[in-house]
């Protein structure tokens, strides 16, 4: 008979990746060990090894878990705003949301996917392609017709956009909810309009 799932399952699984992603991403994924984070968890080795079987594996649900719901938040909010620009201002936001707290994530997403092998690769690289697909078709549904339709500058003002996110998430770490949304609607503005799309705030 298969062992019964207990009613905290998931909740423990959630405090293990939490705990893993600081981990490794503080003491380095190579120098790290499963028996580290079992005691950083404040759990048995025998414990962590009943949720993964390796170290491999809680790499992979940590990016995995992080890159899917974020996939899925932008989803969302892509199919509930029927307007273009404000369905891209609210993607931006969500984005910036989600970054909060999520530094140890983005280093393991930065040094450590790589590691993965490639198969598990391809569906974490599969989540990333595809944000970037609905931010790029966002902004293509706002940019002149010329622009739209050349792939290769989409590329280049998407991954801008992407650049510009990114930069605020290092340098605002603990920016409020409000800041991040007031951001998201500055980056969506200098990218649609240039300087004349920025607000000034009071």
């Not at 931010?135 to 998407?158: C, G, I, K, Y």
């Not at 991954?159 to 998430?169: D, E, I, R």
Request: charged letters at 25%.
């Amino acid at each position: 008979m298969a062992r019964p799932i207990a009613a905290d399952h998931e909740e423990k699984r959630e405090h293990i990746l939490l705990t893993a992603a600081r981990v490794f991403a503080e003491g380095g994924y190579d120098r790290a060990s499963m028996a580290s984070v079992a005691r950083a968890c404040g759990i048995s080795k025998a414990l962590i090894y009943h949720y993964y079987e390796g170290k491999e594996a809680l790499l992979f649900d940590i990016l995995d878990v992080h890159l899917k719901r974020l996939r899925d938040r932008i989803r969302t909010v892509e199919a509930a705003e029927a307007e273009a620009r404000p369905r891209l201002v609210a993607m931006l936001r969500v984005i910036l949301r989600d970054y909060e707290g999520a530094d140890h994530k983005h280093q393991l997403q930065m040094n450590a996917l790589a590691t993965l092998p490639a198969e598990s690769q391809a569906v974490l690289k599969d989540y990333q392609r595809d944000m970037v697909h609905r931010v790029s078709s966002a902004l293509a549904a706002l940019a002149p017709e010329a622009l739209a339709q050349n792939n290769a500058r989409m590329r280049d003002v998407t991954m801008s956009v992407f650049g510009m996110l990114n930069w605020f998430h290092m340098w605002q770490p603990h920016a409020s909810p409000g800041e991040r949304d007031d951001y998201a609607a500055l980056v969506a503005g200098l990218a649609l309009d240039g300087l004349n799309g920025v607000r000034i705030v009071p």
